[in-house]
Each structure stands twice: as structure tokens, then as C-alpha cells.
């Protein structure tokens, strides 16, 4: 009984999980799910002690979300010791775009300015990718501690896109900005609405959460 009521519970957990926002690549502090929406890390403060090597003319940032709609923003802290508040990650690598499509999204070309590394490429450069995702549930905040290195990878096999993803410009806010998507789609074709499509998801969402939450509350009584 417990072990049926356990499992159900570490499914609902890993669903919750898939929502959200997660950083696949490069790799990220960890899960945080419960945390994500903490800046500038999403709760997770400490630097790994396993940086990936990012490439400066241009890595790829992968990451999965099921929202359906989000604006996804880019930055890096140019710190290996100091990236405590969100005033470091004060690079802007992709400036806020809004990203349409549940599911894995990729960038395959993100590069870091050249002011930031030496034109020689000689050196290697400690920072902080953070991703920003502002969705219905706020802002969820997922950082990836790396190293700057010409050796970094151009191309990743978790860079992939869920079928139909797209992205479209930000325009301030997730509503005016699905609206400006939704309005420029329906003007070219037939295709539902974007807004719609995403007020049932994202209630689908808070749904699964809010059983996810009940059902672990429901299990710390009962343990
Ligand atoms: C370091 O990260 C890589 C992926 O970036 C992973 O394959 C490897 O297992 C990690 N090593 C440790 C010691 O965590
Ligand atoms: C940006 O953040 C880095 C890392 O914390 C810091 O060293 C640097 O002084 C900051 N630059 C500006 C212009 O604030
Ligand atoms: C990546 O972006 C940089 C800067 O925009 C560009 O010079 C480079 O050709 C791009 N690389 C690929 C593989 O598209
Ligand atoms: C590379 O450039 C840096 C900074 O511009 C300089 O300090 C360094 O001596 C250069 N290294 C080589 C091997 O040229
Ligand atoms: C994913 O979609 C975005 C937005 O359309 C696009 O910029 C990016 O290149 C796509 N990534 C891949 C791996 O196709
Ligand atoms: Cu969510």
C-alpha cells in the first residue's frame, strides 16, 4: 500500500518536473523543481565542480519546459566566484524571445562576446549560464556553471526541438507577446490560437502540480 501510494507520488514528482523549465545542456546545478522560481539560480547556489566547455564561437543551449509558450532569455556571469545575485549575469547572451512548442527546445549557436575572451583564444574563462524562463508560473530560473574554451562542443546530440517549436518576437509580457504570435499566425492561416492552446495546458499544469503537492503533503502525514 505504501509502495503504490510511494510510486504514485515519484510519478507525479517526475511530471512536475518535466514542467517547468529544465537546463539540458550545457549541464545544469541539477534539478530544482521546487525552487525554480529563486534568482538568479533557481535555489541552486553553490558552482559545480564539473564545468562544461562551452564554446565561444558558438555551443548550443538545450533545454525541455512543457509550457507551451514561454519568453526564454539567455545571460552569463563572467565570474568563477562571484555569481550570487542576478545583477552578475549581467552579459546578455539571447535577449528575450518568446519560445512556442512544449517540450525540448534548442538554441544551436549561442556565442559569447568577443570583448569577454580573448581574441587568441589562449585562455579559458570561468562563468555562469543562466536561463530564464517567463512563463505562467513566473520567472523559473535554471543556471549551468561552465568554462569558456575553444575545446567546447559546436554540436550536441540533446539539441533537438519538439516537433512544431518555433519562436516569435517578445513583446514585454507573455500576453502581449502570444498575443502579437497568435495574431500574426491566424492572419497567415487557419491554425488554433496560441493563447487558447495555452490556457488549457498551463491549468493542466497547475493541476498536476497541485495534486503533486496534496499527495506529498498526504504522505509526510502518513510517514
Ligand atoms: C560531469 O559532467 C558530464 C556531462 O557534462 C558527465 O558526463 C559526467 O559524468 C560528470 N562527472 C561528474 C564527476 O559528475
Ligand atoms: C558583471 O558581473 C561580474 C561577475 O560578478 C563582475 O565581476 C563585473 O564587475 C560586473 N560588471 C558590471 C559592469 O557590473
Ligand atoms: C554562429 O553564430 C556566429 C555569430 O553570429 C556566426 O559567425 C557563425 O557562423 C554561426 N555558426 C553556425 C554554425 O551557424
Ligand atoms: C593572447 O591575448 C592575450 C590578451 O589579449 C595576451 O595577454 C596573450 O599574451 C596572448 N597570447 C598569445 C599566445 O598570443
Ligand atoms: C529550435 O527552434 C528555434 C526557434 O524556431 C530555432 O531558432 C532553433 O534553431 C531550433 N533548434 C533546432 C535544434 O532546430
Ligand atoms: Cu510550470
Not at 497568435?182 to 495555452?198: D, I, K, L, N, R
Request: with cysteine; hydrophobic share 35%; aromatic share 6%.
Amino acid at each position: 500500500m505504501r509502495f503504490t501510494t510511494t510510486s504514485s507520488i515519484l510519478l507525479t514528482l517526475f511530471a512536475c518536473a518535466q514542467a517547468h523549465l529544465n537546463l539540458i545542456y550545457p549541464t545544469s546545478r541539477g534539478p530544482n523543481h521546487a525552487t525554480q522560481l529563486t534568482a538568479p539560480c533557481g535555489g541552486k547556489n553553490d558552482f559545480s565542480n564539473n564545468r562544461t566547455l562551452f564554446n565561444p564561437d558558438g555551443g548550443p543551449v538545450a533545454m525541455t519546459s512543457s509550457h507551451p509558450d514561454s519568453g526564454i532569455e539567455i545571460n552569463f556571469c563572467p565570474s568563477s566566484s562571484d555569481c550570487s545575485s542576478n545583477d552578475n549575469f549581467n552579459i546578455t547572451l539571447v535577449p528575450t524571445f518568446l519560445a512556442i512548442g512544449a517540450g525540448p527546445f534548442c538554441l544551436p549557436n549561442v556565442t559569447i562576446p568577443d570583448s569577454l575572451y580573448p581574441a587568441n583564444r589562449s585562455s579559458y574563462l570561468d562563468g555562469t549560464i543562466q536561463v530564464i524562463s517567463y512563463s505562467d508560473d513566473g520567472e523559473l530560473y535554471n543556471c549551468a556553471d561552465v568554462t569558456i574554451s575553444p575545446q567546447g562542443a559546436q554540436v550536441s546530440s540533446q539539441c533537438v526541438n519538439a516537433t512544431g517549436a518555433s519562436s516569435a518576437p517578445w513583446k514585454g509580457s507573455l500576453a502581449h507577446s502570444e498575443e502579437s504570435a497568435s495574431a500574426s499566425e491566424s492572419g497567415a492561416s487557419a491554425t488554433p490560437t496560441v493563447a487558447a492552446s495555452s490556457s488549457a495546458a498551463s491549468s493542466a499544469m497547475v493541476s498536476a502540480g497541485l495534486l503533486g503537492t496534496m499527495l506529498f503533503s498526504l504522505v509526510l502525514v502518513t510517514m
